[in-house]
């Protein structure tokens, strides 16, 4: 595999989905854990939502037949026949020439089909005026209008979120079939790095990679079950792999995935291969900006995937690669990927056969509330642009540029 030979990431994409069997390995867990998790199976209604028929209003349920005419001039008189408490069934049926009181959210009687809200009546000793003529099935919600019986409710390969919680409760869904988190086993690899811990002498910098490589993978839905740092040596290298191949599911490594002459990755994956014509490593290059020296290969079919050391370049891959491997991976059918409509406050050129990602910082313009964006310069190695930026912002190769005042997608962090 000659490096350089760089492949398009969506190219790389689809190898990987080729190569890389579905992960669909299952566990069950309660509702109240299941934010960030992926359904692994469709999920039903067993029951009807709701359940009996409810009042959206505070008032009185009525026969419909019996208020016509009534208006603020010339009401009608109703019979009251008392009221239902929350959470009490609505008892007898109503009959002709009656109304019941019933709150917000209480159960309907029998032989009622319309609500009318109690600003629309008044209690007139022992009947109730109305002044209004409601609809037929006014500010009722029927058995199953919510959710009918059976219904499927959410896909599978759904990604739970909060705004998922109440369906899901309300239908009594106290237990869910999840696809198991991936176990990912992450290594930085240079001779220069330190622990975050540690104070770094001349020459050496503190590993901030593992701190990003475990960020992004926790969020999506993975578990990272293998973190170190390695010394650029080829055999240590080997056996770290090898372990992680037995541990894991997904093996991680950033550094040395160029084509220094202390850049082992990729000799160190392709020597988990018996035969030399048929190398571990299927990608080595990726056509973006920052971003190239990445490596996918695998081993005994699992995913490796070394990532550039330089921390933002490092932090893009994972964002344009990484991060949509494993979402199909894991078979989330929902799209995660933030994104809003903003205008460029900077001039940038495309750059030859790459796509060009650029760290941009989003701000509300004070007419409109559009988004601004400004560049977040950084040099190479720097950390600084990565912190500061909220989004980025991508240059296709096959564009000219970004000119000021472009539309432009922002990608945010
Ligand atoms: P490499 O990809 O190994 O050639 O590293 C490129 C640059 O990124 C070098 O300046 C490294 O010191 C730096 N670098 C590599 N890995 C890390 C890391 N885990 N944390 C911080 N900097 C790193
Ligand atoms: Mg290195």
């Known amino acids: 595999m000659a490096y350089l030979n760089v492949v398009k990431v969506a190219d790389a994409l689809s190898q990987m989905k080729e190569k890389f069997p579905t992960y669909h390995a299952v566990e069950h867990i309660a509702l109240a854990n299941a934010v960030g998790r992926i359904l692994a199976a469709p999920l039903y209604a067993y029951e009807n939502l709701p359940a009996f028929r409810r009042s959206m209003v505070d008032g009185y349920a009525v026969k419909a037949s019996d208020t016509q005419g009534a208006s603020e001039q010339s009401p009608i008189l109703l019979r009251y026949l008392g ?5 009490d069934q609505a008892g007898e049926a109503l009959t002709t020439g009656t109304a019941l009181y019933v709150p917000t959210g209480g159960e309907i009687p029998e032989g009622a089909d319309a609500m009318i809200m109690i600003e629309h009546t008044e209690r007139m000793g022992p009947d109730v005026a109305v002044f209004t003529t409601p609809r037929f099935g006014e500010h009722i919600v ?6 009918k019986a059976d219904e499927s409710v959410l896909s599978k390969g759904t ?11 309300s239908l009594g869904h106290h237990e869910l079939a999840v696809i198991k988190k991936p176990r990912v086993a992450i290594f930085s690899t240079g001779d220069e790095l330190v622990e975050v811990f540690e104070t770094p002498t001349g020459g050496q910098v503190r590993d901030c990679n593992r701190p990003i490589i475990q960020s992004v993978l926790e969020a999506c839905g993975c578990e990272v079950v293998l973190s170190e740092h390695l010394s650029d040596h080829y055999e240590k290298l080997h056996e770290a792999i090898k372990t992680a191949v037995a541990k894991a599911d997904l093996v991680i490594l950033s550094g040395g995935s160029s084509a220094g002459h202390k850049d082992m990755t ?4 392709d020597g988990f291969s018996e035969e030399e014509q048929h190398p571990n490593v299927f990608i080595h290059g990726l056509a973006i900006k920052p971003g190239k020296p990445t490596i996918v290969g695998a081993i005994d079919q699992k995913a490796i995937i070394g990532l550039p050391g330089h921390p933002a370049a490092c ?3 994972l964002k344009a690669l990484v991060e949509p491997f494993v979402r199909g991976w894991m078979g989330t059918v929902d799209a995660h990927i933030k994104t809003v409509p ?4 900077f001039q940038l050129y495309a750059a030859s056969g790459r ?3 650029q760290l941009v910082k989003l701000r509300t313009s004070d007419e409109t509330g559009t988004f601004i964006a400004d560049i977040v310069y950084g040099k190479s190695g720097m950390v600084s642009a990565l912190a500061q930026a909220n989004a980025y912002v991508v240059v296709p190769m096959a564009h000219e540029g970004v000119l000021k005042g472009d539309a432009l997608t922002a990608y945010l962090l």
Request: with cysteine.
């Open 83 to 87: 009221e239902v408490d929350m959470g």
């Open 142 to 147: 029927d058995i199953g209008e919510d959710v």
């Open 159 to 169: 990604c739970i979120k909060a705004h998922h919680m109440g369906l899901l409760a």
């Open 266 to 269: 990729q000799a160190v994956i």
């Open 315 to 317: 932090f893009i891959t």
């Open 342 to 345: 903003c205008v460029a406050n």
């Open 355 to 357: 796509d060009v990602y």
